[in-house]
């Protein structure tokens, strides 16, 4: 019998996956569970890649797990010998039921641990700008939670709360936000203090309200900005309006859907910052955007691995090995280590790689790339190969099944033979394609990121403008009204080209096809669409 496993509480953070802790990131990498709330960042979920993810969260038509049965889930699971994660919204020990939660391991014998997460308080107020104590201010701040069991009486003596604290930070109150401020008002609070409503805190959706406290239940009606949200109420609030930050960032507000391939055959080596498999999403976060990840193409080992292990075992032949991508190095090196050979195989080519990606992808098996275009593009790659082959020459490209061929620019520059392996197989994942169709049905994507020519078709037989419930692209001149298909931002011409072919005209396009370069196309197109809109709400 396995012995018992344990389960770790851990703090999810307000929303920006960015917060989460240290250790909370190494314990998702090693947990066989993860127990999930429904709001947790899928980014986060992302971390434990291996592991099964069990939804609990209460769903808005009331269905999902009650308290007593999650507790009973952890309970199973760990005497099933597991390492689980209870990944909870926030801090666990916050308004998050934790506290039951661990009383019932307690009762159960199974051992626990607890990691902090950054509650919505701390959250919400940092994003906002606004200090929840601050010298001459306020020396006090309260947490307390709104929403009150209605079957019990009131437990919250608010009156006595708004005489007794400097900061008050309401949890689950705004369902009744009318009733809290006629009592904090009854209770002393000056009707023009400054107060906060935050929604969606730390998340590229968020919204802040700003007001007077009397005035607040009305404009909130008013602005539509209903549960879940924070409360602030506090002279503290005011400091918002020198300390605000986050509107400023270049991408504020902007809901990025990010298509990138799966590998499954390797892992490549990523950087820090959340993964999307091979790409680091730090730079997109700390521009203040939200990103999603979609793998609209799974990438394998091809079915066939003969020609690919025959051109890695006659490597030294070919004058030029030219990789088009990073997944292209990771297949070529997995079947050369198969073969018991090593980068020396390689000793005597010249190696051309399409981009920075691809060239550091190169630089993890000790070689650096003697070629790589400016403009990232396999036709200028090859075209500059072109231009310094010398007849007879043998190039050797390995590259995915759906890339066009090269052969015959290289073959008439004077090429002796050109061989184009398939090195990966790219295989559309149509949950991805349908998870993807939902998400800008429902009007929760801004920007549509592409990054290859395939997953733009992949893309498109699911977004298609025909499509029911798919908000419209619009033609220049024509006002939006509500239907408004996302921006559409592509890294290159190739891609760019698909795009067209798919009936978008792409919004922008990438001047470096690198994700440098993606960064600063999405930055522009998204400058462009804001400064022919209302903004953002300060
Ligand atoms: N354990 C959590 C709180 C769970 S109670 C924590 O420590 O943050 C859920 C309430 O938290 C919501 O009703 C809302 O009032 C608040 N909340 C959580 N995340 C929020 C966010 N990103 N923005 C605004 N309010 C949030």
Redesign the pocket.
Known sequence: MASTGEVWLV?AG??DPGLLTLRGREVLERADVVVHDRLVNPALLGLAPRARHIDVGKSPDGHGYRQEEINRLLVELAREGNLVVRL?????F???R?GEEALALVEAGIPFRVVP?V???S??AAWAGVPLTHRGLASSVTLV?G?EDPGKPPQVNWQRLAAGTDTLV?????GRLEVIVSELLAGGRPPGEPALL??????AG?RVLYSALRELPARAAEAGIG????LVVGKVAALRQRLAWYEDLPLAGCRIALTRPRLTFAQPAGGGGMPSGDWEMGPWWLAGAEVGVYHLLRLQMPPDPGPLRRAVLEVGRFRFVLFTSAPGVEAFFLTLRGEGRDARSLAGCRLGAVGPGTAAALRRYGLVADLVPRTHTVEDLVREVAARIEPGDRVLLPRSDLAPSQAEVLRRAGAGEVREVVAYHAVPDEDEAARLARDVRARNVDVLVFTSASAVRVASARLAPGEAGMPQAQKAGESAVGEEFPLVVAIGPVTAAACRQAGWEPDAEAANHDRAGLLQAVVEAWRRHRAGSPGVER
């Open positions: 703090g307000p929303g909870k919204g926030g801090d666990p916050i308004f998050g934790g997460g509650t919505a308080a959250g919400c939670t929403h309401v949890y689950m109150g705004v935050v929604r969606e805190g730390t998340r968020q549960p879940p949200a924070l």
